[in-house]
């Protein structure tokens, strides 16, 4: 069975960092790309950054450039987004993706719980 676990979310003040987990079970990471999706309060549901089943990540939304970058650590079977300069507007709730390709939230077909991330002074 495929299971993605996200953690790592909380609280943080406005400029500092935090790095996401998602926990891979039932496949190899190296088989997929994980996207990283969020959800701010009111808001749809977006995609922010993507590591591709080679190890390249790639951002999807100009305000996140230069600040978030997706990773993954084959040996723990586990993605990453680094978060640095986090402002208020990254609150919300995180979740990962996997498919084959960086996807889109229409296709992903499971959701996980997600972790929130709250930025805030």
């Known amino acids: 069975q495929l299971q993605l676990v996200e953690s790592g979310g909380g609280l943080v003040e406005p400029g500092g960092s935090l790095r996401l987990s998602c926990a891979a079970s039932?496949?190899?990471?190296?088989?997929?790309?994980i996207t990283w999706f969020r959800q701010a309060p009111g808001k749809e549901r977006e995609g922010v950054s993507c590591?591709?089943?080679?190890?390249?990540?790639?951002n999807f939304v100009n305000s996140v450039e230069g600040r978030f970058t997706a990773s993954r650590d084959l040996s723990k079977n586990t993605a990453y987004l680094d978060m640095n300069s986090l402002n208020p507007e990254d609150t919300g709730v995180y979740y990962c993706?996997?498919?084959?390709?960086?996807?889109?939230?229409?296709?992903?077909?499971?959701w996980g719980q997600g972790t929130q991330v709250t930025v805030s002074s």
């Open positions: 993706a996997l498919d084959f390709t960086c996807t889109i939230v229409d296709l992903v077909r499971s």
């Open positions: 039932g496949f190899r990471l190296d088989d997929y790309a």
């Open positions: 590591v591709t089943s080679g190890g390249k990540s790639s």
